[in-house]
C-alpha cells in the first residue's frame, strides 16, 4: 500500500473512513508498516500518545513501536472521530471511549 500523500479530494469524509477501517486492523496486527502507511508522509507529522507529541515519521514509528513491544494484545477501537478539512489535508481527532 502506497504511503499517503497531501491532495484534494471530494469525498474526503470516506476516503478517511476507510483509512480509520485501515489503521484499526494494522494496529490490531501489531504492524507497524501497515500502521505507518496510514499517516502522511510529512515533516508535519504529528500524533498525541500519552499525553506527549511525537513529530515526523521516525518519532511516530519509534512511539507505535514501543506500545507494539509493550503489550501483548492491541484492541483498538474508533468511537467517535472528529474530521475537520484543513486545505488540502483532513485533521481527525479521536477520543476513546470512555469507561
Same mark, same amino acid.
Given at each position: 500500500?502506497?504511503? %499517503?500523500?497531501?491532495?484534494?479530494?471530494?469525498?474526503?469524509?470516506?476516503?478517511?473512513?476507510? %483509512?480509520?477501517?485501515?489503521?484499526?486492523?494494522?494496529?490490531?496486527? $501489531?504492524?507497524?508498516?501497515? #500502521?505507518?502507511?496510514?499517516?502522511?508522509?510529512?515533516?508535519? %507529522?504529528?500524533?498525541?500518545?500519552?499525553? $506527549?507529541?511525537?513529530?515526523?515519521?521516525?518519532?511516530?514509528?519509534?512511539?507505535?513501536?514501543?506500545?507494539?513491544?509493550?503489550?501483548?494484545?492491541?484492541?483498538?477501537?474508533?468511537?467517535?472521530?472528529?474530521?475537520?478539512? %484543513?486545505?488540502?489535508?483532513?485533521? #481527525? #481527532? #479521536? $477520543?476513546?471511549?470512555?469507561?
Amino acid at each position: 500500500m502506497p504511503t %499517503l500523500t497531501s491532495r484534494r479530494t471530494d469525498n474526503w469524509e470516506t476516503e478517511n473512513h476507510d %483509512l480509520d477501517g485501515r489503521f484499526v486492523a494494522a494496529m490490531s496486527a $501489531k504492524d507497524i508498516d501497515r #500502521a505507518m502507511s496510514c499517516f502522511i508522509d510529512s515533516p508535519d %507529522l504529528a500524533v498525541v500518545l500519552w499525553g $506527549k507529541e511525537f513529530r515526523g515519521r521516525a518519532q511516530v514509528r519509534d512511539a507505535i513501536s514501543t506500545m507494539f513491544a509493550a503489550y501483548d494484545e492491541i484492541t483498538l477501537t474508533i468511537d467517535r472521530v472528529r474530521e475537520f478539512c %484543513l486545505g488540502d489535508s483532513v485533521f #481527525a #481527532a #479521536a $477520543k476513546p471511549p470512555t469507561r
